[in-house]
């Protein structure tokens, strides 16, 4: 089970903390990625942590504003989300990916499991 926390509405420029934390499987086995999808849009990938080694991807839109981590003694995927605009607005998706069969961070349907979202507004 995932469940995401934090999202909210915020002015553009500001931040906010997306919390993922995960139970009922093997957190340490698993990648774990941010997802997010805005009306009208397909769902794309924005970052995405592997357990194993630490590594940590990022869309291009993305790069240099957020940041991914993990606390593996709570189970738990942070994505730090700063320098918001506008078009961040989305229902953000955490989602966990069994790391032998990652192909792509950002391929949706290689994910198993996925949390219920929680929606982050940005206002201009």
């Known amino acids: 089970q995932l469940v995401e926390s934090g999202g909210g509405l915020v002015q553009a420029g500001g931040s906010l903390r997306l919390s993922c934390a995960a139970s009922?499987?093997?957190?340490?086995?698993?990648?774990i990625g941010w997802f997010r999808q805005a009306p009208g849009k397909e769902r794309e990938g924005v970052s995405c942590i592997k357990q194993s080694d630490g590594s940590t991807y990022y869309a291009n839109s993305v790069e240099g504003r957020f940041t991914i981590s993990s606390d593996n003694a709570k189970n738990t995927v942070y994505l730090q989300m700063n320098s918001l605009k506008p078009e961040d607005t989305a229902v953000y998706y955490c989602?966990?990916?069994?790391?032998?069969?990652?192909?792509?961070?950002?391929?949706?349907?290689?994910?198993?499991?996925w949390g219920q979202g929680t929606q982050v507004t940005v206002s201009s």
């Open positions: 009922g499987f093997g957190f340490h086995d698993y990648a």
């Open positions: 989602a966990a990916n069994f790391e032998p069969y990652l192909k792509s961070p950002f391929i949706a349907p290689g994910y198993d499991y």
